[in-house]
């Protein structure tokens, strides 16, 4: 019984820590960084852009785009970081949601500081609308956004 119990708070923190980020807004962090670790620009004038990775340690980094965040986890990812959850700045809301449930439109005319990038929403049907609205290409899923594909985006 005590390990099933054991086994059910684990579970049940898991569940609910790993998107603690979620519904959160930039101002809501209080993060004391100032720079954008890949670009070296100030993340203030990004917000509605800013993606996030979140350490086992609960350290947060901000990111100034979608694109940089996703090349910022490949290098943490390499570099054997131990990552808890990858987060993005939904175009509509502006709230944060989890990168691995967004839709994310491609091709679109919205570029971010980076220029070509991935526009991420939590709802697939704010995708669709933003996708005609914004004369966007595609929309994918978080399996899609692979290194090769962000680097295809950054032109490496």
């Known amino acids: 019984?005590?390990?099933?119990?054991?086994?059910?708070?684990?579970?049940?923190?898991?569940?609910f820590a790993a998107d603690s980020l979620v519904g959160k807004e930039y101002k809501d962090?209080?993060?004391?960084?100032?720079l954008c670790p890949i670009k070296n620009v100030t993340i203030e004038k990004y917000i509605d852009w800013l993606g996030y990775i979140?350490?086992?340690d609960g350290s947060i980094v901000a990111i100034s785009s979608p694109k940089y965040t996703f090349v910022y986890y490949f290098l943490e990812e390499k570099n054997n970081k131990n990552i808890k959850g990858?987060?993005?700045?939904?175009?509509?809301?502006?709230?944060?949601?989890?990168?691995?449930?967004?839709?994310?439109?491609?091709g679109s005319n919205l570029m971010?500081?980076?220029?070509d990038d991935v526009i991420p929403f939590s709802e697939e049907e704010d995708s669709k609308e933003f996708l005609d609205r914004a004369?966007?290409?595609?929309i994918f899923k978080y399996e899609r956004?692979?290194?090769?594909?962000?680097?295809?985006?950054?032109l490496r």
Do not use: P, R
């Open 29 to 34: 962090l209080n993060l004391k960084q100032e």
């Open 1 to 15: 019984m005590k390990k099933f119990l054991l086994s059910f708070l684990l579970l049940f923190n898991f569940l």
């Open 145 to 154: 956004m692979t290194e090769n594909f962000i680097n295809y985006l950054d």
């Open 112 to 115: 971010s500081i980076g220029g």
């Open 86 to 106: 990858i987060y993005l700045t939904d175009n509509k809301t502006k709230k944060i949601i989890n990168a691995k449930s967004a839709f994310y439109v491609f």
């Open 135 to 138: 004369h966007g290409k595609k």
């Open 54 to 56: 979140e350490f086992a």
